[in-house]
Structures are given as C-alpha cells and as structure tokens.
T-cell receptor
C-alpha cells in the first residue's frame, strides 16, 4: 500500500518564527504536492515537485518555500510564519503523469501560529 | 482556468437514505474526473475516477457517471450508513499535473 508520512502531526509556532513541515513517501512517485485545507476553501495547492531537485509554485505559494532533496522527501518551509498560515497541511504523492494521476495523501499536519 | 463546483457545506441524512452530491466542472479539453473521501483525522483518499464520456466509476457502493454534455460527475449512493460520514471532494485532472479540487461536501449520516 502506498505510504505518505508527514511530521510533525501537530505544531505550534510563534509569529515570525521559521517552520519546516516534512513529508516522506515510499511509493517511488515522481510527483509530490503540498496542500492546505481550510473551511470553505477545500484543498489549495501551495507547491509541487516533479522529482528530486525540482519545485514549482502552485496556486497559493506566497509565504511558503519548498524543497525536494530526494525522490522520497519533500519539505514545506515557512520562513516567517504568520497567524494566517494557521491551517491543516497535507502532503501527497502522485502515481501517474497527466490527467489520470491519483494522489496519495498523508494524515496531515495541524499548524497553529500564535 | 479549470474549476470544480460541488454541493456546498453539509448534507445531513438518515441511515438508508439516498445520497446525491452534485459536482460540475469547467475545463478545456477532456479532463479525468475523481471523487476523494476524507474521514475524520485522516487525509483524503481516492474513491474512484472516470476518464471518458458516459463512463461510470464506482467503489464501496458509491458511483458517478461522467457526463460531458452537462459537465457533471454527481456522486450517488442508494443507501448510506453512519460509517459513510466524511467529507467528499470532487476533483478533475486536466492535461497538466495539477489536480483541481472542489471545496468539499461534509456528509453527516444520523443513526
């Protein structure tokens, strides 16, 4: 079974602090994604990657950076966290190219920025 | 750009009721269409997909038919159970690698 693991599961950060959310996948999928989930907005794409060394901006990239050092790992970085970034963040890997792609999600990271 | 519009907010039903969650899409070309389900405390998980007109996708008693004429992919289940309580997302896969999700519909099934 495809596996995507996120850490930490919960995080409390202070405004202006740096936050790093980590994601590891054992699916050997090329594509990986970071989403945030907010009531009324559903899942919104922050950054994605086509493979090691690649990162691309999604629909809401402002205030976020991403890093893909290897096939397995994809991190989301908040250099200067703000309360508006309080949300639940999901990492996913994708099993195919193009329109048929099926996504496998982790369990999510609940981030609170105080 | 590509978008998905689905039944907003929450749907409350009793066990054994019939379920319909509406999903309409706007996209160029010929997208694939998906339903994902998210149970409390978990990430979304793939339910099923369809990739051509009139194709029916199904899983766990849920089904939806790709209708290119009405640009729809409505989720239906004949008899819901309390265990079906979850958030359901309609999504489309355009010709890029970026899946587009709807805003989600929360289903609450009362015993």
């Amino acid at each position: 079974e495809a596996a995507v693991t996120q850490s930490p599961r919960n995080k409390v950060a202070v405004t202006g602090g740096k936050v790093t959310l980590s994601c590891n996948q054992t699916n050997n999928h090329n594509n990986m994604y970071w989403y945030r989930q907010d009531t009324g907005h559903g899942l919104r794409l922050i950054h994605y990657s086509y493979g090691a060394g690649s990162t691309e901006k999604g629909d809401i990239p402002d205030g976020y950076k991403a890093s893909r050092p290897s096939q397995e790992n994809f991190s989301l970085i908040l250099e200067l966290a703000t309360p508006s970034q309080t949300s639940v963040y999901f990492c996913a890997s994708g099993d195919a190219e193009g329109r048929y792609e099926r996504l496998f999600f982790g369990h999510g990271t609940k981030l609170s920025v105080l | 750009g590509d978008s998905v519009t689905q039944t907003e907010g929450q749907v409350a039903l009793s066990e054994e009721d019939f379920l319909t969650i509406h999903c309409n899409y706007s996209a160029s070309g010929y997208p694939a269409l998906f339903w994902y389900v998210q149970y409390p405390g978990e990430g979304p998980q793939f339910l099923f997909r369809a990739s051509r007109d009139k194709e029916k996708g199904s899983s766990r008693g849920f089904e939806a038919t790709y209708d290119k004429g009405t640009t729809s992919f409505h989720l239906r289940k004949a008899s819901v159970q309390e265990s079906d309580s979850a958030v359901y997302y309609c999504a489309l896969g355009p010709n890029t690698n970026k899946v587009v999700f709807g805003t989600g519909t929360r289903l609450q099934v009362l015993p």
